[in-house]
């Protein structure tokens, strides 16, 4: 069964600081992969997703993920947080059957 | 309306109680998702809805969870004999296509469910 494992809990960092949070997924074959963002008191939304070709894929308020096959990992990445950036964080991985599997979540707690 | 909409926000039950959870998703939307949240987890595959039928139901715990979809809108998220450890957000998602299409789910604000 595919799992996807996100090892960092919590990060804090200040505003300006960049921002690494890994993912990991597990599963031999193609995968689309995802990024999805819970801003506090609202839904989850998406963020970036990765189906195939380049293996960067940029998404929404300056992130950006890298897809390394033979890591089997999806780093998100934004060279310069901002404090409006707090919220949870949520790798996801496509699933069969149309199933979408989310990693545990990474909170991200921005210094003003 | 717009988004995803689900009732009602927040739910106290006791333990044993049934419980109905109510999802309207976003018009002309085919695919349907129930996941559950608990505290500190990301969200958790229950059940996948394509149209009226359910496409993929190998999330739900065990017998005392069932959803349906009988005109291929609403859904509904029923829990019989409610016990402590369902205790959870349960979050309804949407989308035009099967996910695999397009990737992007479209979340409600999610039912918070607290059984005392």
């Known amino acids: 069964a595919q799992s996807v494992s996100q090892h960092n809990h919590h990060v804090i960092l200040s505003e300006a600081a960049s921002l690494e949070l890994g993912c990991n997924y597990s599963?031999?074959?193609?995968?689309?992969l995802f990024w999805y963002v819970q801003y506090p008191g609202q839904h989850l939304q998406l963020l970036l997703k990765?189906?195939?070709?380049?293996?960067l894929v940029k998404g929404i308020k300056g992130f950006e993920a890298e897809f390394i096959k033979s890591k089997f990992s999806f780093n998100l990445r934004k060279p310069s947080v901002q404090w409006s950036d707090t919220a949870e964080y949520f790798c996801?991985?496509?699933?069969?059957?149309?199933?979408?599997?989310f990693g545990s979540g990474t909170r991200l707690s921005i210094r003003p | 309306g717009a988004g995803v909409s689900q009732t009602p926000s927040n739910k106290v039950t006791e333990k044993g109680k049934y419980v109905e959870l109510r999802c309207d998703p976003i018009?002309?939307?085919?695919?349907l998702y129930w996941y559950r949240q608990s505290l500190g987890q990301g969200p958790e595959f229950l059940i996948y809805?394509?149209?009226?039928?359910?496409?993929?139901d190998s999330g739900l715990p065990n017998d005392r969870f069932f959803a349906v979809r009988p005109e291929g809108s609403v859904s509904t998220l029923k829990i019989q004999r409610t016990e402590r450890g369902d205790s959870a957000v349960y979050l309804c998602?949407?989308?035009?296509?099967?996910?695999?299409?397009?990737?992007?789910?479209?979340f409600g604000e999610g039912s918070r469910l607290t059984v005392l």
């Open positions: 809805f394509q149209g009226t039928g359910a496409a993929d």
């Open positions: 998602a949407s989308s035009l296509t099967p996910s695999r299409n397009t990737g992007e789910l479209f």
């Open positions: 990765y189906f195939s070709g380049d293996p």
């Open positions: 996801a991985v496509y699933s069969s059957a149309s199933k979408i599997i």
């Open positions: 018009s002309g939307h085919t695919a």
């Open positions: 599963y031999g074959g193609t995968v689309n």
